[in-house]
């Protein structure tokens, strides 16, 4: 009896000594995390998830060139101006668009008034050629975004002018390509055919990078490589392939036709094309309406949701 009772004190005593050797601390106790590593594994995600957030709801305020509103609407301003004294230097009126009006005319692209932007597509394609006249956008028929950017009063001085002025006048403010007025060109995020006073102007209060070809939004940027959007990207390039279409992205459109249709009119009216080329125009005015009205579909379908999802996240 007294050895079992011996044996189980004994028993008690190594469980006691493995227990507390567990429990205490050691010279072999391991060190206490320093301050990094407590970082890494708590207050440093929290922190960089909060610099995430915050960064999200800085490119969610972004417009066109990445900018505020109030930041665009300044931009527009300050162009405007330089505009009007470039005009004058040249010996001609501009008056200084208001800031709202062009971003007015902005908000008016791919569209007339009475329509949807469906039956705008399907009826129009992206009104490059099929809106085509040679002429130049103050003497248009219907009021376009190139067009209304301009402000009527500015289109009262244009339409006073002799037909020789209004080349000398067009020429001075857009350079080669009347189809470039600066709500078109702010809306597109695309220079590139800017010139004139309107070019002159922009390169002195837009940074160097935003006149680039390659230029990229950083809002775009962001919501265009979230691996949703990608996978929505590639349904909608086989969805346009499936029409018939060897397009990857909606945006690849405007630069196709716009090309083809630089080759076919060089620029002039309609009116004194030749019978090839008037034929050659309204092939291209076919595939521009099919195209853009199937994008408008695989668009609606695939990619538009997704994107608009993601943007709503930001």
Known sequence: MLKTLRLHFIIIGL????????????????????AGAAAESGAAPEAAASEEEEEAGDLAEKHEFGLTEEGLLDAIDQTE???????????????????NTVRESMSADKALPGMSEEEF????????????????PQLADVSTPAS???G?????IFQNLSPTDQVAYNQTLFGEHVDAP?????????????GGCILTAVKQVFPADNLEVTYVNPKDFAIDNDPRVQEALSQYATCMQEAGFDIGAPE???????????????????????ADAKAALAELQQLEIGMAGKSFECESTHLEPVKQQVEDEL
Do not use: W
């Open 252 to 274: 690849d459109i405007r630069p196709l036709i716009t090309e083809s249709l630089d080759e076919i009119t060089g620029g002039a009216p309609v009116d004194s094309l030749s």
């Open 152 to 156: 009527e009063q500015n289109i009262q």
């Open 148 to 150: 209304m950017g301009l």
């Open 182 to 194: 600066l709500a078109v060109a702010l809306e597109r995020e695309d220079f590139s055919r800017s």
């Open 121 to 136: 597509y399907n009826q129009y394609g992206l009104g490059i050629s099929t809106l085509y006249t040679g002429q130049a």
């Open 81 to 99: 101006q330089l505009v009007a004294q470039c005009m004058k230097d040249a010996g001609f009126e501009y008056i200084a668009v208001d800031a």
């Open 15 to 34: 469980i006691l000594s493995l227990l507390l050797a567990a429990c205490g601390g050691g010279d072999d106790e391991p060190a206490a995390p320093e």
